[in-house]
């Protein structure tokens, strides 16, 4: 995976959304990230389809990697901005 930083803003999820998701359980979101990784490497070359298994594990490699490197800055009613 490209260790390379992106910057991704995220203007058009709204807060209730990012509230909504912060009350699901740690280990729900991370199963989420996970399939949703998979999904995209079985996009990327079909034809190429892993066993599941394999997928799983790269797919869980790669979410971890990015949820590493996320970073969220918010700001509340008062415009200051907190870096997460």
Known sequence: MDK?????VLENISSKEMR???KYD????AAALV???SE?????DPSEAPKLQHLVETAGIH???LAE???????????K???H
């Open 69 to 79: 490197g996320v970073q969220l800055l918010s700001t509340d009613k008062y415009n």
């Open 81 to 83: 901005e907190t870096l």
């Open 35 to 37: 399939f949703v990784v």
């Open 40 to 44: 995209l490497m079985m996009t990327q």
């Open 20 to 22: 909504a998701l912060s």
């Open 4 to 8: 390379d930083p992106k910057i991704l």
């Open 63 to 65: 979410a971890l990697e």
């Open 26 to 29: 740690s280990e729900v979101l």
